[in-house]
Structure formats: C-alpha cells, structure tokens
T-cell receptor, first 110, second 115 residues
Framework: EDKVVQSPLSLVVHEGDTVTLNCSYEVTNFRSLLWYKQEKKAPTFLFMLTSSGIEKKSGRLSSILDKKELFSILNITATQTGDSAVYLCAVSSGTYKYIFGTGTRLKVLA | GAVVSQHPSWVICKSGTSVKIECRSLDFQATTMFWYRQFPKQSLMLMATSNEGSKATYEQGVEKDKFLINHASLTLSTLTVTSAHPEDSSFYIC???????????FGNGTRLTVT
C-alpha cells in the first residue's frame, strides 16, 4: 500500500531557530514529491522535487530529495512566527494519484 | 501564475438541501482537477478525480450520487453536495494542475456547515 509518513507530527520552536521536517514514502511508480504550507485555508505550494540530490531553495526554505532512501527534508532557517503552519508532504504516483502525509504542525514562538 | 479560485469560501445550509461549490483555474487550463475533504487537524482526503469531458473517478467509500462532480470545461469543475446532512459538514478543497508534470495548486477551500 502506498504511504507517506511525516515526522515529527508537531514541533514548537523559538524565532530564529532552524527546523528540519521529514517526509518518507513508499509508493509505486514515483513521479514527484511536493511540499505545501497550510495555514488557515488551503495549502500553498512550496516545492516540487523530482531528482535526487538537487536542492531547491526559496528564501529561508530549502528542500532536497533522496530517491534511493525514499525521503525528503524541508529546512527552514531563521524561523519567524509567520512560519507557523502545517507543512504537508505529498507524493505523486503515476498520472493521477497524489498521496498526502498527515503533516507536521509547526509553531514558532516569538 | 497558477491561481485556483474556489467559491464560495463558506456556506451554511439546512439539512436536505443541495450545495454547489465551484473551482476555477484562472490562468491555466486544467485537464484534471481533484476534490478533497479535510477534517479538523487531519490531512487531505481525496474524494474524486475530475477529468474534463468525462466522468469523475471516485475514491472508495465516496458516494458518487451524493457528491456530484462536473468538469464541463478546462477551467471549471463543480462539486454538488446533494441532500446535505450535518455529517457532510467539513472543509472541501479543490486543486488543479496544468499537466501530470506540474504541481497541484489549491483553491482556498469551502467550509460547509449543514444545520
């Protein structure tokens, strides 16, 4: 059965800390791995990763994929209170299927 | 780019009535749209995959006669919750993509409350 597992489930840090969120997966016919940030409404797209070892970066956020070990990490440096959200990892399998993890709930304290 | 608009953002209806939710891709054509349901503090649960011009593919356990999906054009899909009951109260989110190699982009969701 296809599955995506995120860890930790929740995390509380202070502003300025660096956090690493994990996503491991077992899927057939892997196509891509996606990271999303969800605040009060629907998820907003952060990264899509298809190749191993190539870091994607956007400001203080970066992500990398390891297709051999079947995992990805999302790093957030110098965290701010605005980074507080649920971070979702999803894996695309085949043409139509997306499997979502349960998310990591991040809270950044001022 | 890649904006998905969902309407309404919230709706309250009485038990037994039907509610229609619209999902539009504003700046791209989406051959495939996806409808999700999310319960509080849980992840997204796929309800159905909607392909333009053909019948939607429903996930196991999702009643197709209750959750009617129509994808009449490359920029519009609708979800109609028929004969709504309080247990249908939830957060419904649509998503769309340009093609299988592009990321999913989500609408802002619709919070449905059935009284």
């Amino acid at each position: 059965e296809d599955k995506v597992v995120q860890s930790p489930l929740s995390l509380v840090v202070h502003e300025g800390d660096t956090v690493t969120l994990n996503c491991s997966y077992e899927v057939t016919n892997f196509r891509s791995l996606l990271w999303y940030k969800q605040e009060k409404k629907a998820p907003t797209f952060l990264f899509m990763l298809t190749s191993s070892g190539i870091e994607k970066k956007s400001g203080r956020l970066s992500s990398i994929l390891d297709k051999k070990e079947l995992f990805s990490i999302l790093n957030i440096t110098a965290t701010q209170t605005g980074d507080s959200a649920v971070y979702l990892c999803a894996v695309s399998s085949g043409t139509y299927k997306y499997i979502f993890g349960t998310g990591t709930r991040l809270k950044v304290l001022a | 780019g890649a904006v998905v608009s969902q309407h309404p953002s919230w709706v309250i209806c009485k038990s037994g009535t039907s509610v229609k939710i619209e999902c539009r891709s504003l700046d791209f054509q989406a051959t495939t749209m996806f409808w999700y349901r999310q319960f509080p503090k849980q992840s997204l649960m796929l309800m159905a995959t909607s392909n333009e011009g053909s019948k939607a593919t429903y996930e196991q356990g999702v009643e197709k006669d209750k959750f009617l999906i129509n994808h009449a054009s490359l920029t519009l899909s609708t979800l109609t919750v028929t004969s709504a009951h309080p247990e249908d109260s939830s957060f419904y989110i649509c998503s769309a993509r340009l093609d299988p190699w592009s990321p999913l982009h989500f609408g802002n969701g619709t919070r449905l409350t059935v009284t």
